[in-house]
C-alpha cells in the first residue's frame, strides 16, 4: 500500500524554540583527520537584505569519503568523532559560519567519483520547503569532472564552490543567495 | 558501488510550491531560477542519525520542563512515523516547537502581547520506537496574530521537525487542530494545493490516547517519502 508523504510547512520566524538543542557549529570531534576549514557567509534576500531568521544544515562525509550511515558500504574508515551533521543559524546580519573538515570524494552517478562537496538544506521563514544545494571547495581540480556541477549552467556554477578569503587562511566564503543575478542554485530533489 | 536507488517524486499539488504569494514572506524568499535537477547519490540517500541517548524522555512531555504546570489544556499528541511504502521509521528525532496557551512564542522577536508563560518552553524531542510510534504531552497551543495581512491569524499548530533515514526525507511540517475556524483562512495552510494532503495536518482527536482525567489525545502520524521497492518499470 502507498501513503502519501506528509506536506511540507516552513519553519517558521521561530525555530530557534525547536532547533537550538541541537545546534553544531563545530563537526569536529576528537581525533577526526582531515582540512580543518572555516565556512562563513551570509543569507540575502531578494532585496540584498540579510536574512536573519535563516537556518543551514550541514551534511557531509568524512575526510575519507566515507558516511556515517548504514548505505555508505565502501572500503572506507569511519571514524568515532565525525558525524558529518552541522546546524547553524543565521545571525541578526545574516551571518552563518561553522568548522569541518573537507570531506574525501564519494561516488556519483555511473561509477564517476564526485568532488569533495557538502550537502546542504537551507530553512527560513518564507520557505515552505526547504532549499537543497552544496558546497564545492575551491582550487580542487576534480570540480571539473564532478558529475553534479556538471549539469549546472558553467556561468552559475561559482554560486556553488567556496571562495578563498584573502585575510583568513583556512577561512572559505560561501553565500546564498535567494533571488537575482547572482542567485545561488538549488537542486531539484523531487521535494 | 550498486546503483542507488532514488525516492519517489511526490504526486502533483502535494508539496508547495516555493513561491506562493498569498504567504507574503515567500515574495522575497523564494528562488526565481528553476531548480537544478540532479541524480540520487551517495550524499542524497544517507542522512545524519543520533544516538538515542542524545534525547531524554522527560524531552517529550512540555509540561515538566519547569517547576510548576503550564497554563492552558493539557494535551497528548501521538502517531507513527512511516515511509510512502506503509514501513515504519524507527529511532529517528522528532522536534516540536510551539506557542503556548496564550498564542506567544517564547521567543525574542515575538511581539504578540499576550503573556509568556515562566512554566512553558514550548519546545520537546522525542525519538521513534521500533515500531515508529512517539509521543508528546504538552499544551494546546493558542492561536495568534501575524502581519502577513490585515487582520491575520495563525491557526493554532505545532511545528514539527523529523530526520528519517537520510539526507532527501528530511522534512519539516505543522500539525493542526480539527475545528479550527481559522484554517480556511490560513496561507501557510492552505500553501500545498492538493486538499487531501492539506488535510493530513490536521490531527485527529483520539479516544485510544485520551487519559480519564488527565488529557486529551490528538493523533498525527507522519509520512517520509520512500522509495520504489523495484526499479521502475514503465508505468
Redesign the interface.
Known sequence: MSLQPTTSQTVGPFFKIGFEWLYRDNLIGEAVSGEHVTIQGRVFDGDGAPVPDAILEIWQANAHGKYDHPEDTQNKPLEAGFKGYGRVPTSADGVFRFVTIKPGPVPGPNGKEQAPHLAISVFMRGLLKRLVTRVYFPDDSRNASDPILNLVDPGRRATLIAKKTAATPGTLEWNVVLQGPEETVFFDLGL | ?KR?AP?????PG?????L?PP?V??????????????????????????DPGIVTPKASDLTRAHSGAPLGERIIVSGRV?????RPIPNTVI???Q?NAAGR???D??QHNAPLDPNF???G?AVTDAAGRYRFVTIRPGEYPWRNHYNAWRAAHI?F?IFGP???T?????MYFPGDPLMPFDP??N??A?E???N??ISTFDWETTMPEHALGYRFD?????RDATPMEGK
Open positions: 558501488m542507488v525516492y519517489r517524486a511526490p504526486h502535494t508539496q508547495p510550491n516555493l506562493h504567504y514572506s515567500s515574495i522575497k524568499r523564494a528562488p526565481t531560477k528553476p531548480l537544478v535537477a540532479i541524480p540520487y547519490t551517495l550524499s542524497e540517500v544517507t542522512g545524519p542519525s543520533f512511516l515511509d510512502e511504502n506503509s522536534e516540536i516547537w506557542a512564542y517564547r521567543h522577536i515575538d518552553t514550548g519546545s524531542q511545528h521537525s537520510a539526507f532527501s528530511r522534512l519539516v511540517t505543522q501557510i495552510f500553501c500545498t492538493d487531501k494532503t492539506r493530513r495536518l507522519l509520512i517520509l517519502r520512500g
